[in-house]
């Protein structure tokens, strides 16, 4: 075993298959505190050196890089994110998701790409499921957004406690 | 007998892209597969694939195979479906099963696609209905719209383990649990985010000890192991299931080649036997080709790529392009090949085709 391969496999991704807050920290796509206060932004949970770069080609603003090597973390150019979330039905992965701070006093939107059926509809109640599959808050539908360009990638936008937005990742019917 | 310039031996995206390129070259083509329709395991992979734009990145492996079955259509490309090729000589002499005859193919070059199959792992049980392939329970959800159970346990976090899960979930069925012998998941990160996001545990140093049942699954007995494989008393859990699917890893369909007599290597990381290639994709016996799963068990994006290259060296062989062009195309495609390989997950299956082609060298010497 490498090195390199040693250290991966140490990853809590590894270990019980989701990142652990502190590897999402660690990772060059994922955003900022000091961003996310300022709006909706795209959060990327890309941890791993897979071969992979649609995300890089789905941004209109030029925000994230790959680079010709694709097995490159994905990086986020935060400031220049307008949290428009094309990414999001981009990624293969499923890793990209949406949060907008500000969309509340108290509340934040998530947006999370979502490729069950039947899709909630706008305004209904569904629990706010955790990285791990637990159920931490309620969260209501407020949009969903699945035209024929995100190719049956649908992206289903909810609002959260503000305490939950780097938490919530899923969604289930109450 | 019908002669033909190539013959292309499974149509799965390995044989139809070396189908393609050859054709788009000038070379005549008949390409052979004995499922009724071309495309292999392309359209039950509902999922947008990995790699770059090259590789088509993003598109789901259905539409990547509903392009690829336009591409034989616009093409002089003769294809035999529901023919099964049952044996191949040195001299490159097929035997084809077709409308319940046998006929004879005699073609000047060979490509061999023909594609992996899934590894069984024997427990007590293990022949009740509803223990199958994970392979097996996709081609039923997503080509025959019939879920295989309700409630499932997948053994194996490899790729197509985590894939299958989701995509049983996406069918409605419930996964109890993906159970793992390793100490680590197997497969990438983001699929298993996936799953665990939506309420399926991944138990690693776990192996299945039992199914039980009276005429078919009614239960899955799960033990954990120690570093050594070896079980742990006492550690034993019964989950309730009518489905225990089995992601275990592919081995390579080397059957015609082996017929060939052309050499082969043992390589654990390519899935086992695997016909030694050169850069080429040219196996130890002039004018057989090989590519895909059968050269070593990887991702559907590099079985069209080196099908591609199949494609390449066939035409240059036969004169059909030159030498020079011939060497463009193969490093463009080698490079693509391997951004695909690169990175940690690409790192040992790249070290396996290296030392395949080092044998190569080694044969003819």
């Known amino acids: 075993m490498t090195e390199k391969e040693h250290c991966t496999k140490k990853m809590m991704m590894n270990v019980v298959g989701y990142p652990s ?36 080609k789905a941004c209109p603003q030029g925000a994230i890089k790959v680079g010709r090597t694709i097995t490159n973390l994905p990086v986020l150019e935060e400031e220049k994110c307008t949290g428009c979330g094309l990414c999001i039905p981009a990624c293969p992965g ?71 937005a780097q938490e919530v990742r899923f969604i289930m019917k109450e | 007998m019908l002669i033909v310039e190539l013959a292309v031996v499974g149509a799965g995206p390995a044989g139809l892209y070396a189908a393609i390129q050859a054709a788009k070259e000038g070379v005549e083509v008949l390409l052979i597969d004995e499922n009724l329709t071309a495309g292999g395991q392309l359209f039950k992979q509902i999922h947008k694939f990995f790699g770059s734009e090259t590789h088509f990145a993003g598109v789901r492996g259905i539409d990547i195979g509903r392009r690829l079955l ?22 490159r002499e097929l035997e084809v099963v077709r409308n319940g005859f046998c006929q004879t193919v005699k073609a000047e070059r060979v490509v061999l696609a023909t594609g992996a199959a899934e590894l069984p792992v024997v427990f007590p049980n293990w022949t009740l209905p509803g223990v199958i392939g994970a392979g097996a329970a996709q081609t039923m959800i997503n080509i025959h719209r019939v879920l295989p159970g309700t409630t499932v346990l997948m053994v194996g976090s490899g790729n197509v383990g985590l894939i299958v899960s989701y995509q049983l979930l996406q069918a409605g069925a419930e996964v109890l649990a993906v159970i793992e012998t390793a100490e680590h998941v197997g497969g990438y990160g983001v699929h298993a985010a996936k799953i665990r996001r939506a309420g399926v545990p991944i138990l690693t140093s776990t192996s299945i000890k039992c199914a039980q049942g009276e005429t078919e699954v009614e239960a899955a007995t799960i033990v954990k192991v120690d570093h050594n494989w070896n079980p742990v008393p006492g550690t034993e859990r019964t989950l309730a299931v009518d489905t225990i699917c089995i992601a275990a890893g592919l081995r390579s369909l080397g059957e015609l080649a082996w017929m060939t007599n052309c050499e082969f290597s043992y390589l654990p990381q390519l899935g086992g036997y695997v016909p030694i290639h050169n850069e080429w994709m040219e196996s130890t016996l002039k004018g057989v080709y090989v590519a895909g799963d059968l050269a070593g068990v990887e991702e559907a994006s590099t079985a069209m790529e080196e099908g591609r290259l199949c494609g390449i060296s066939v035409a240059k062989d036969l004169g059909y392009i030159s030498e020079n062009a011939a060497i463009e195309q193969k490093q463009s ?33």
């Open chain 2, 70 to 91: 336009e591409e034989i259509r616009n093409r002089e490309v003769k294809v035999w479906l529901d023919s099964m090729c049952i044996g191949l000589s040195s001299d």
């Open chain 1, 21 to 56: 807050l502190q590897e999402l920290e660690q990772s060059p796509g994922f955003v900022s505190n000091d961003r996310l206060k300022k709006g909706a932004v795209a959060v990327i949970e890309c941890v791993q050196d897979i071969p992979c770069d649609p995300c890089e």
């Open chain 2, 333 to 365: 495609i080698t490079r693509s090949l391997e951004a695909l390989q690169g990175g940690t997950f690409g790192e040992e299956r790249r070290e396996a085709k290296r030392r395949l082609m080092e044998g190569w060298k080694e044969s003819k010497i």
């Open chain 1, 94 to 164: 499923l890793c990209i998701f949406l949060v907008d701070m500000t969309f509340s006093p108290t509340e934040a939107l998530i947006g999370i790409p979502y490729e069950f059926v039947p899709l909630p509809t706008p305004g209904s109640r569904v629990e706010g499921i955790d990285r791990s599959g637990k159920c931490i808050c309620q969260a209501s539908v407020i949009k969903v957004r699945n035209p024929s360009s995100y190719d049956r990638t649908p992206v289903v936008y909810i609002a959260v406690p503000k305490k939950h």
